[in-house]
């Protein structure tokens, strides 16, 4: 299993990126997929996180109204937009694949991709 995460960067705060992460190894189509972040010497917290046929969104307080989850099956991807950025969105994001549990806690997630950074200057 695979998840592979780009798009970060250094952006303005106010600005926009849009994050994408891949998936091989696995039937995607079939895994509640989300959006962890986390910054040095911080717990990973949930951002974000869809479920398999994109009936269901669910948003961290912190995101709503300014992130946005979606995601393409035949693509195998899900995909992270977000606008309004702050200084305090600055972290590592996390891609997570989940098959069971509540999509908004940590442990639901079997699968990791490895982390890509966002840096939101003021």
């Known amino acids: 299993v695979q998840l592979q995460a780009s798009g970060g960067g250094l952006v303005q705060a106010g600005g926009s990126l849009r994050l994408s992460c891949v998936a091989s190894g696995y039937t995607f189509s079939t895994a509640v997929m989300g959006w962890f972040r986390q910054t040095p010497g911080k717990e990973r917290e949930f951002v974000a996180a869809i479920s398999p046929s994109s009936e269901n969104t669910y948003y961290a307080d912190s995101v709503k109204g300014r992130f946005t989850i979606f995601r393409d099956n035949a693509k195998k991807t899900v995909y992270l937009r977000m606008n309004s950025l702050k200084p305090e969105d600055t972290a590592d994001y996390y891609c997570?694949?989940?098959?069971?549990?509540?999509?908004?806690?940590?442990?639901?997630?079997?699968?990791w991709g490895q982390g890509t950074q966002v840096t939101v200057s003021s």
């Open positions: 997570a694949a989940a098959n069971r549990g509540s999509p908004t806690n940590r442990g639901s997630y079997s699968y």
